[in-house]
């Protein structure tokens, strides 16, 4: 083991950022969703805070606090594979799984409903817009 304090900043990170991705997909998505439905036309500067602070709370920090919390369930400090490199130790169980395993399927499928509510919203907005132009014999 060449460099152990390098393992531990990767390990950290590589778990920071699988969450991170996901909860990244969920803003997108969630924004996305937002535009598609169209409930607000115009936004106050405390609606654009609140919304800035969701998604920096979500995209940030959930994945620092389970950086955190992964050292609860850490069973050692990590483990090393030939031809992978540095990968995080966990001690399965049952805390393992609610604390640090379950965040990115659970955010992804998050994701992937805003998604369906977008696509449907968008879609539903498409023909409206062709019935206009039906009717309008445009």
Same mark, same amino acid.
């Given at each position: 083991?060449?460099?152990?304090?390098?393992?531990?900043?990767?390990?950290?990170?590589?778990?920071?950022?699988?969450?991170?991705?996901?909860?990244?997909?969920?803003?997108?998505?969630?924004?996305?969703?937002?535009?598609?439905?169209?409930?607000?036309?115009?936004?106050?500067?405390?609606?654009?805070?609140?919304?800035?602070?969701?998604?920096?709370?979500?995209?940030?920090?959930?994945?620092?606090?389970?950086?955190?919390?992964?050292?609860?369930?850490?069973?050692?400090?990590?483990?090393?594979?030939?031809?992978?490199?540095?990968? !995080? *130790? &966990? #001690?399965?169980?049952?805390?393992?799984?609610?604390?640090?395993?379950?965040?990115?399927? $659970?955010?992804?499928? /998050? !994701? *992937? &409903? #805003?998604?369906?509510?977008?696509?449907?919203?968008?879609?539903?907005?498409?023909?409206? $817009?062709?019935?206009? /132009?039906?009717?309008?014999?445009?």
């Amino acid at each position: 083991d060449v460099a152990p304090v390098w393992c531990d900043i990767t390990t950290k990170l590589r778990i920071g950022a699988d969450v991170g991705n996901a909860a990244a997909s969920v803003c997108l998505m969630r924004q996305l969703e937002s535009i598609a439905a169209a409930r607000q036309i115009h936004f106050s500067a405390s609606d654009r805070r609140r919304q800035r602070i969701f998604d920096l709370s979500l995209g940030l920090g959930l994945p620092v606090l389970v950086m955190i919390l992964h050292t609860v369930v850490q069973g050692h400090r990590y483990d090393i594979l030939q031809r992978v490199g540095c990968i !995080a *130790a &966990v #001690y399965w169980s049952y805390p393992a799984v609610f604390l640090v395993t379950i965040w990115p399927p $659970f955010l992804l499928t /998050l !994701a *992937a &409903v #805003y998604g369906a509510l977008a696509l449907r919203l968008f879609l539903a907005r498409r023909y409206q $817009f062709a019935k206009l /132009l039906e009717s309008s014999k445009s």
